[in-house]
């Protein structure tokens, strides 16, 4: 079966750290791009970040520059999200997608995960 598994979510403090994972079974992440989306109750759903099939290129929504980082392990099969300094508006679903095509539109992701959810509260 074809699936991507997020994971690593939960309820953090502003300014807490959290390390989400994304993992790939019956496919094989070296030849798929993956973004990083997430969506707010009440919010558009919007990009965070994508990193291409060999992780060397990434590109990030303007407001967590300098706060996330994606990264590809290819020996795990599997994509992270490392998210520092939090804040309450990063609260969301975050799931992944896998697409041929590196930060293509989202009607070309070609799987998605269910998501996992991200809470930034004091």
């Known amino acids: 079966q074809l699936q991507l598994v997020e994971s690593g979510g939960g309820l953090v403090q502003p300014g807490g750290s959290l390390r989400l994972s994304c993992a790939a079974s019956g496919f094989t992440l070296d030849n798929y791009a993956i973004g990083w989306f997430r969506k707010a109750p009440g919010k558009e759903r919007e990009e965070v970040s994508c990193?291409?099939?060999?992780?060397?290129?990434?590109i990030y929504r303007e407001s967590v520059k300098g706060r996330f980082t994606t990264s590809k392990d290819k020996a795990k099969n599997t994509v992270y999200l490392q998210m520092n300094s939090l804040k309450p508006e990063d609260s969301a679903n975050y799931y992944c997608g896998a697409s041929k095509d590196f930060c293509p539109a989202e009607n070309f992701y070609n799987y998605w995960g269910q998501g996992t959810q991200v809470t930034v509260s004091s």
């Open positions: 990193i291409d099939k060999s992780g060397s290129r990434t």
